[in-house]
């Protein structure tokens, strides 16, 4: 009965709906959070710089489009409905030739520049 209680007035998230509102590329945007973890979607074209995060992995999901991951010795090709999580502390470059919409799932706080940093930086913890 608590539990019927509790779900009442919840809503789902559409994914969709979400990536629709989202304006311009490599701006993730926090969808819910999980614990001390949170779900971003992102719109990215074209490339992106070399970073890696020195305190996490860091999850990709991709829900339209090809993703590249490149890494210093080979690359990972990710199509809609394929995911990858790319290892704590390892060098990568996202890269798309044609858009590509998908999801991220790491921890609060992590930059999309890891700490390289720089002007490729986005905004963090954006809600939309
Ligand atoms: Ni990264």
Known sequence: MTDVNAARGKQAV????????????????????MNDY?????????????HDHPETDETFIVIEGRLRIDFRDGAVHIG???MFVVPKGMEHKPFAEKEV????????????????????????????
Do not use: S
């Open 14 to 33: 559409n994914l969709q709906e979400k990536l629709e509102r989202i304006e311009g590329f490599w701006q993730p945007r926090v969808i819910a959070e």
């Open 101 to 128: 919409r998908m999801m991220l799932i790491e921890p609060r706080g992590t930059l999309n520049t890891g700490r390289e940093g720089g002007a490729r930086t986005a905004e963090n913890d954006i809600w939309i």
């Open 38 to 50: 949170q779900f971003k979607l992102v719109r990215i074209e074209g490339d992106f710089i070399w």
């Open 80 to 82: 809609p409905g394929e």
